[in-house]
C-alpha cells in the first residue's frame, strides 16, 4: 500500500525557516504530482503547494508565495516544502498528499488527492 510520512515540522520564531520533507512508500514516485496542505487550528484544511510529476511546473496559495519553495526529488521518492520568513499565521498542521498516477499536474484540488501522510505540526511564535 502507499504510505506518506512528514518530518521536519516544529517550533520557529516569526521570520524563521522550516524545510518539511515528505518521503513516499509503495508506489513508482516519479510518475505523479505531490501536493502539500495545512490546517490551523478551528480552520478548514486548505492547499498551499503542489509540483507536476517533472517538477517542471508548480502551484502555490497566494499567501506564500515568495516565501515558500516545493520541490521533489524522485531519486530518494521525497517532497520538500522549504519554508522562509514564517509568520504567526504560518502556524498549522501540514499534510503531504499524493493523487493518482494519472494526475501530472499540479492539482490545488484536495479531492484529486487519495493519499495522506499523518501530519507535522508546525508552530510560529512571535
Known amino acids: 500500500q502507499v504510505q506518506l510520512v512528514e518530518s521536519g515540522g516544529g517550533l520557529v520564531q516569526a521570520g524563521g525557516s522550516l524545510r518539511l520533507s515528505c518521503t513516499v512508500s509503495?508506489?513508482?514516485?516519479?510518475?505523479?504530482?505531490m501536493g502539500w496542505f495545512r490546517q490551523a487550528l478551528g480552520k478548514e484544511r486548505e492547499f498551499v503547494a503542489a509540483?507536476?510529476?517533472?517538477?517542471?511546473?508548480?502551484n502555490y496559495v497566494d499567501s506564500v508565495k515568495g516565501r515558500f519553495t516545493i520541490s521533489r526529488d524522485n531519486a530518494k521518492n521525497s517532497v520538500y516544502l522549504q519554508m522562509n520568513v514564517l509568520k504567526t499565521e504560518d502556524t498549522a498542521v501540514y499534510y503531504c498528499?499524493?493523487?493518482?498516477?494519472?494526475?501530472?499536474?499540479?492539482?490545488?484540488?484536495?479531492?484529486?488527492?487519495?493519499?495522506w501522510g499523518q501530519g507535522t505540526q508546525v508552530t510560529v511564535s512571535s
Open positions: 498528499a499524493a493523487p493518482h498516477t494519472l494526475l501530472r499536474g499540479p492539482s490545488a484540488t484536495m479531492t484529486d488527492y487519495a493519499y
Open positions: 509540483i507536476s510529476w517533472s517538477g517542471g511546473s508548480t
Open positions: 509503495g508506489r513508482t514516485f516519479s510518475t505523479y504530482a
